[in-house]
């Protein structure tokens, strides 16, 4: 059986868009219609950044602390903080950060005690363009590493010869949503369906993008 032996198929943002047309019975004749696809594509990954974790958009990274500093700006791709470990610079061993709210960091009432951090609060930003600022509990007294897993916003489509931050397996439900954006504008009478398929091939696809870890039972055993 002859086969291809590949398995890097993907689709450029003008592919996307033509294969988007097609699924919503269209075509694109203008480019104006080529904008307001581009423009739908950027939307759709802002919504998908509202409806979880995108386990392909989460990132591993550092932030180095320094002594006497309670806080720092983040990148402006993050949207959150999923976990967090503070490295410390002396033993090189990772301490757990725990995270605590607005108000509980409001109300502790000496914040510039100094020692290794163990509490942080996430204040994330709420413009476009915006940047995330970090305050830890207690103030670092040394150039520690904050570590964490974060949640970032998925890239935007850019040129039309670009591909889209997204896996593979997230191809059939982009392009159906893509179709579903398109015929809300379009072709109002095929919206229902195309709302159907876009949500069954989302679904699929994030129910196999999801962490595997096992879960792990222990019984209570009382006397």
């Not at 949207?79 to 503070?86: F, M, W, Y």
């Not at 600022?133 to 520690?144: E, F, G, H, R």
């Not at 504008?185 to 398929?197: A, N, T, Y």
Request: negative net charge.
């Amino acid at each position: 059986m002859a086969t291809s032996g590949t398995n890097t198929f993907d689709l450029d943002i003008e592919e996307i868009i033509e294969e988007a047309y097609e699924k919503a019975g269209l075509e694109a004749t203008s480019g104006y219609d080529l904008k307001s696809a581009r423009r739908c594509l950027n939307l759709m990954f802002s919504d998908w950044a509202n409806r979880g974790i995108n386990l392909w958009t989460v990132e591993l990274r550092t932030k180095t602390l320094a002594d006497g500093t309670s806080s720092y700006s983040l990148d402006g791709d993050l949207i959150d903080v999923l976990s967090a470990v503070v490295t410390d610079a002396g033993d090189s061993q990772d301490y757990q950060a725990e995270r605590i709210s607005r108000a509980e960091y409001l109300h502790i009432p000496k914040k510039s005690t100094e020692s290794r951090s163990t509490q942080f609060y996430l204040h994330r930003t709420e413009v476009s363009g915006g940047t995330p600022t970090l305050y830890l509990y207690p103030t670092p007294d040394a150039a520690d590493t904050f570590k964490y897993w974060g949640l970032t916003y998925i890239q935007e489509v850019g040129d039309y010869t670009n591909q889209a931050e997204v896996p593979q397996r997230f191809l059939p439900a982009l392009t159906s949503g893509l179709a579903y954006y398109i015929a809300i504008k379009k072709s109002p009478e095929r919206v229902q369906l195309l709302k159907m398929v876009y949500d069954e091939e989302m679904a699929r696809a994030l129910l196999e993008d999801r962490d595997r870890a096992p879960l792990r039972l222990v019984p209570s055993i009382g006397i």
